[in-house]
């Protein structure tokens, strides 16, 4: 599925939409450069979980747990990670395979230790349509 969004505020929605379909134990992957709009897209996600304390990017701390929606959201920037034992350390497959809604920026650095099924969500500028235009492609992925 391609949406297109023309403004940080439809990224958002749209992220809403995505976040009140989500079920426990879903696993999402964010892909898109940086400045693309990947943290106002899990603002949207969180919103659309309930979530209502202010979300950021948590590339210095791996994951940030955020317990006060429906479903319990885990959001890891694995951009820092030098190595997959470093996500062993952290104890992922808890996460990954636990109670809530786990979203990856960056998952294509740790690939191999992905789930079977996950949701791919790719964020992408088009300067030719516009400053605030993205292509936001969400696909689902089965390995294996």
């Known amino acids: 599925m391609v949406i297109e969004s023309y403004s940080p505020e439809e990224t958002l929605e749209?992220?809403?939409?995505?976040?009140?379909?989500?079920l426990p134990g879903q696993v999402y992957t964010l892909i898109g450069d940086l400045g693309v709009g990947k943290t106002v897209f899990t603002q949207g996600i969180a919103a659309g979980l309930g979530i209502e304390e202010p979300i950021c990017s948590p590339t210095f701390t791996i994951v940030q747990e955020y317990d006060t929606g429906r479903i319990p959201f885990y959001h890891f920037d694995v951009y820092r990670i030098g190595d997959i034992e470093e996500m062993e350390e952290i104890g992922y497959e808890d996460y990954f395979y636990g109670d809530g809604l786990t979203m990856i920026e960056w998952a294509n650095l740790i690939e191999e230790i992905l789930p079977e099924t996950y949701k791919e969500i790719?964020?992408?500028?088009?300067?030719?349509?516009g400053f605030d235009y993205r292509k936001i492609t969400i696909r689902e992925v089965k390995r294996g």
């Open 14 to 22: 749209i992220g809403r939409k995505l976040g009140q379909e989500a």
């Open 122 to 129: 790719t964020i992408e500028k088009d300067l030719d349509k």
